[in-house]
């Protein structure tokens, strides 16, 4: 009894001296875990989420045709593009293939440099761009721009065989790149999406393949140590559908995920891509048919954040991108600064001479780079 009452003891005292060591070290240890959130690129996401994506599991849901691929493959673009982070993106793509993917990537750089003038992924794919001699220019710049030479050097894309590709598969392929990759930052990694990967053999039923995939995925986001090195924990962004019940529905909620369960107790992040909502229920056919397609992401859930946060964004479908609606979105951000405007103390004080002088030129130029998620340097 004494024996184990001293073990008992001794095991007590080295909680507290664990802890306080975290607590004086507290900077050192957050930057050691490899715990900052990856930006998206997209600044009303990143807000909302403190940052960027966590490392955890983010959910990404949306019905069919919505665009939650493309907001995928756009964020995969920002990342891969970001010189500060140089951080890998894995996507295991279940639907595309890499040359679709290419097409968009490229389609989406022409878009924001030429605007509707550009060609479609659909004719880049279909050869039709190449019967036109400026598309051929156009193209050729984009293949040469920084961002395309970022995104083909920093995204790896996995797609299935004929036996599909498993969860088992998808963790034993991040496992190998990261010991392969020791040294650089955790990768990102992105799943196109749940609900199509190949159910294990003791999957019965589709809510334990969700279980399944949900569990195997957090042993991706967590610290391990090997060869007394310590590889870090990645972040997924995993794309999942909905229940068909829950298509038309002016809000979709953390049961509308096909096959819950596991799903939305797993998660760290449940984002919702929907349809803007105006106090009614618009029909997904109706939403498609718009080239213009007027949405929002939601924060459905977020484990150390706020929830409910709305980020109004635009997609231009016919050119495979996605950017924030600039008018809601500066009204979002006016409420915010007039809530840290009165925690401060400045509700009510006028701007500085410099923000006043700021020419018209100058705030066109700001908007044009934070709309298509440009940096000076990329200009």
Known sequence: MKENESVSAGAARSIPEALSDIVQNFENYLQE???????????????????????????????????????????????????????????????????????????????????????????II?????????????????????RIRAAAGHIHV??????????????????????????????????????????????????????????????????????????????????????RSNYDKDKIDLAALKDSGNIEYSADVVISLEG??????????????DPIRKLQLRILKQRYGAAGVKIPIRFYAEHDAFAEDEAKKTDVKSKRNSTKALNSGRAGMPESKETVQMSENDKNAARLMEKFGFDEEQL
């Not at 279909?126 to 920084?146: F, H, M, T, W």
């Not at 229920?281 to 939403?287: F, N, P, Y």
């Open 33 to 123: 875990q490899g715990v900052e959130p990856v930006c998206t690129g997209i600044a009303g996401l990143d807000d909302a989420l403190n940052g960027g994506l966590p490392i955890g599991i983010t959910v990404l849901a949306s019905q069919s045709g919505m665009g939650k691929s493309t907001l995928a493959l756009q964020i995969a673009s920002n990342v891969a593009g970001n010189e500060e982070d140089e951080r890998a993106v894995l996507i295991f793509s279940m639907e595309m293939n890499k040359i679709h993917i290419v097409s968009k990537l490229l389609a989406r750089d022409m878009f924001m440099r030429e605007g509707n003038a550009a060609p479609q992924s659909k004719d």
């Open 126 to 146: 279909s050869g039709r761009a190449y019967l036109v001699e400026e598309n051929k220019r156009r193209i050729d710049e984009a293949k040469q721009s920084s």
């Open 158 to 243: 996995i797609t299935p065989d004929a036996k599909g590709m498993t969860i088992s598969r998808v963790v034993q392929i991040i496992d190998e790149y990261r010991r392969h990759h020791k040294n650089d930052k955790s990768p990102l990694i992105i799943i196109d999406y749940l609900q199509i990967l190949t159910p294990e053999p003791g999957d019965k039923t589709d809510k334990q393949h969700a279980d399944n995939i949900m569990n195997r995925l957090r042993y991706v986001t967590l610290n391990k140590e090997q060869d007394g090195r310590v590889i870090y924990g990645c972040p997924v962004l995993l794309i999942s559908s909905l229940n």
């Open 276 to 289: 803007e909502s105006q106090g009614k229920a618009k029909k997904t056919a109706d939403i498609i048919a």
